[in-house]
């Protein structure tokens, strides 16, 4: 009886909680038409008070038409021209007046086209067979430092049928409407649709692309499905589940992620690059638990070095790790590459070369066993600090191993390791 009360008072304490700490949301309601090229759309954006901000700005790409832009009776908006975070913009700027709250809910709306004009970028946004959707083309609100995270619930019209709609989250569609909900907070709303996409399921893994029988999808899904084993044997369950990769169509241009979805490019030929790819999908599957440090901050080595280093493991794992001669090849780059921490945002060799260079050296001096468990035990509530990496390697390999291992991501330049 006492533990029933007790239980019953610790679920009400929980659902509370869970209620006073409602996300930051995104709900979003649009008419897509691939043909066309065009987008017409309302976003309401909700926030947590912590995240309420007395003067705040959203950004989106410069070609479209702000329709309407409101945060209430206490607030003013103002649309001006943005070249922050990057050129190309225009800003939403709310302000709250004096001695108001901050408003907790924004609404926004836009119309116009969904392709960035004269784009060099292979990624077409819209086209009549697909519509590829993601922060790099600005199709929707950002907050300008990129850094809010958020849950989704978006409904949109206009995709027909036979377009295929791949996204984070639960997809459900009521004929010409698609209903996408996403429980899972992340800077970007990235989706696919596309026609005739088919879909075969590995586990916890979904692979998407029109011909699953080409080289290419065969590397994919095999190397999908594989690193997603070995990551889970190390850092425990997935965070959650599925995670989808989409083959698409386009001969050309990046593939990216998001947390647990993926996208590549469909190249083509009969002999693809095997280690490429497993490295790539890898890397992009890490992603899944790692990607807490923020993408503007110093911390972002901690999503991107660590998906990196993971990878290069998974490589390791199945014969495809660094030729000594690579290796060396690392250590010369890193050389002229400026420190990790304490000089700003760090530079794209910094964490994509630096970073998993300084892990794998804290590896060496540490051990695999002791890198394995401050590894393995981060992995299930990473950290969006270096400090909560630091604490837990001190904690593990001693403070000697930790402090050595922050001296390496401040230094300017790395010289290797005698020996
Ligand atoms: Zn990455």
């Known amino acids: ?47 947590p008070v912590e995240q309420a901000l007395a003067e705040s700005r959203y950004v989106v790409g410069e070609r479209f038409r702000i329709v309407a832009a409101d945060a209430g009776p206490d607030t003013s908006t103002e649309i001006g021209p943005a070249t922050a975070p990057f050129p190309g913009l ?19 709306r836009w119309e116009g086209p969904l392709n960035p004009p004269q784009s060099g970028s292979p990624v077409v946004a819209a086209s009549p067979d697909r519509v590829e959707l993601f922060i790099d083309s600005m199709w929707l609100p950002f907050r300008d430092d990129l850094g809010l995270i958020y849950t989704l619930d978006a409904r949109i019209s206009g995709l027909a049928r036979d377009m295929v709609v791949v996204a984070q989250g639960q997809i459900d569609r009521d004929g010409d409407v698609v209903r996408i909900r996403r429980e899972i907070q992340d800077v970007d709303f990235a989706m696919v649709a596309e026609r005739g996409l088919t879909r075969v399921v590995d586990g916890d893994v979904e692979v998407y692309a029109r011909d699953l029988g080409t080289a290419h999808a065969t590397l994919f899904r095999r190397h999908g499905t594989a ?20 083959v698409v169509s386009r001969a050309a241009g990046p593939g990216y992620a998001r947390r647990g979805y993926v996208v590549v490019a469909e190249r083509g030929g009969n002999t693809p690059n095997e280690r490429g790819i497993a490295g790539l999908v890898a890397h992009e599957f890490g992603h899944a638990w790692w ?33 000594p001669h690579e290796l060396a090849a690392l250590r ?3 050389r002229e590459t400026g420190p990790i921490l304490g000089g700003g945002r760090p530079s794209g060799a910094a964490i994509y070369t630096k970073g998993p260079l ?11 066993p002791a890198m394995d468990r401050i590894i393995g035990e981060l992995a299930r509530d990473p950290p969006d600090r270096t400090a909560g990496f630091l604490a837990k390697i001190a904690e593990i390999a001693g403070a000697g191993a930790a402090q050595a291992f922050e001296a390496d991501l401040r230094r300017n330049g790395y010289e290797p390791p005698v020996g």
Do not use: C, N
């Open 227 to 246: 690193a997603i084993d070995y990551f889970r044997r190390w850092f425990g369950p997935l965070p959650y589940r599925p995670v989808r990769m989409v």
């Open 358 to 368: 300084l892990l794998r050296d804290l590896e060496a001096r540490i051990g695999r």
């Open 332 to 334: 010369r780059e890193s």
């Open 1 to 47: 009886m006492g533990l029933l009360k007790a239980l019953a008072g610790l679920a009400a304490l929980i659902s509370a909680t869970a209620a006073g700490a409602a996300p930051e949301h995104y709900d979003l309601e649009a008419r897509i038409d691939p043909t066309a090229g065009t987008i017409s759309a309302r976003l309401i954006i909700d926030l």
């Open 90 to 108: 225009q800003a939403v700027t709310i302000r709250t007046r004096t001695g108001r709250p901050p408003p907790r809910r924004i609404t926004i």
């Open 291 to 323: 990607y807490r440090g923020g993408p503007t901050t110093e911390d972002y080595w901690m999503t991107e070095s660590m998906a990196s280093y993971v990878s290069g493991r998974y490589l390791e794992s199945i014969g495809y790790g660094l030729a």
